[in-house]
């Protein structure tokens, strides 16, 4: 009993001095317990492949340059479709939000366009732009751009009415106001948006890859599938959950750091 | 002219809950003097937010005139700085941006605009604060760039709604001894909101006191300054005035 203690205090001393450890600590344990299936040969060995297959495969198609290429492919195409995306839909948002007949005359209509989901979109896409870019850079366009509208809208509407009201009895100009007032008030609820429409956008991605598919990390899990190697599909699997967890870390979080948190818009 | 005048203003709108018209203020006619602090005193609902407001431009006149040094007034302008209960602070900027917001907005340079922002946190007594941000402030700290981001614009006139109603007794007490130190030094026309008797007739040269939307009765005070707490609140003239004001709100 003692032991377990001292060894739990060990744990939370360490895990609250470098989080990392925290966060790698429940997988350490998921690839032990998934190592000890494998090994027991309850399933055979190409149908459920260890931890170290994967490994293995890992090398041999960075090996092969494969693997570089086709996550290249797949990175680049959702960081140009997330460009787009929020490109787009941030003054869009913001039009949205501050302008009340603009929004009862379109908000209908992006709920209506909401409901037909990405993957939806791809029998038609297919028809007029084929299998290839123009296709798949829709679809993930189209994905990202629908949650950062409806958070900057959201974003924009949640700026206080006083933080208008004080901005012009300082003399600032509409235009002065959107760039000072709305902009930043709405950024928490943007970076939410840009965090929904990377998740749904990098889901869309694999998703059209798979069905497009000609290079990229769904095509590879695809490609693997009529190959019937299990091992690659595992290792294009946390692959993703890999690469979002880069995303989230390098990307996302810094940036919610540096706005809302700061401001004491959101609390921790 | 200078000062401001209030000719008959009302102020009607519709209620969409009840179904039907409420008049919020009517028919009120008053003056404020360059360089006089009058304090308007009622209960919630009163109607003397809804005035201030039409003041402000923020909301607009059913009928009636406010004319500010001769100009008829339409629409919020920096010619009228505004203190609000909920601060209404810029969160994404730091006390020195906030203060120096207004000038900002009227083309000061950066050197300039922080020169005129540190000289009113000086008055506000918040050199200090200047690169914090405004969450990581009290409440009472908070209210005092709010004084000095109205103040730093150099309005024609200071509209304060409610103002310290957000903070605790003591430290209110404090923000009040403050503010009469402030407009002592500066003496900029003010107009003050609030519900707290003792609060009005501290502030003020003058106490005006509204019930049901109508002007109901104006009391001068003419209470010595500087003016603090400690002797005020045994001071027999204080007391006269305050059981006076409180017959007459609590009457209306």
Redesign the interface.
Known sequence: MTTLLRLWSFYARRTTRWPGVAAAIPFIALIASWAIVAESAIFPRAFFPGPLDVVRSFGSLVYKGILPDYLEDSVVRLAVGAAAGTALGIPLGLWLGMSPRAYSALWPVLLFFQAIGDIAWLPILLIWFGFGLATMTFVIVYTVLFPVVLNTVLGVRSV?I??H?????????RA?ILW??VV??A?PNIVTGLRNGLGYGWRALIAAEIIVGTSGIGFLMFDARRAGSVVEILLGMIILGLLWSVVDGWVLVPIERA?GQ????ITQ | MKGLLIRNLSKTYFDPYAGAHVTAVRDVSLSVNEGEFVSLVGPSGCGKTTILNMIAGFVPASSGDIVLDGRRISGPGPDRGVVFQSFALFPWKTVLENVAFGPKMRGAGKTERERIAREYLALAGLGNAADRYPNELSGGMQQRVGVARALANEPDILLMDEPFASVDAQTRMTLQEELTRIWQARRPTVIFITHDVNEAIFLAERVIVLSKGRLLAEVDVPLPRPRVWDTLIEDAAFKTLSARVLHLVRSG
């Not at chain 1, 700061?262 to 818009?265: E, F």
């Open positions: 206080p006083d933080l009201r004080a901005a012009l009895s300082l003399g600032a100009s002065r000072e007032v930043p008030g950024l706005t700061r401001w004491g818009l």
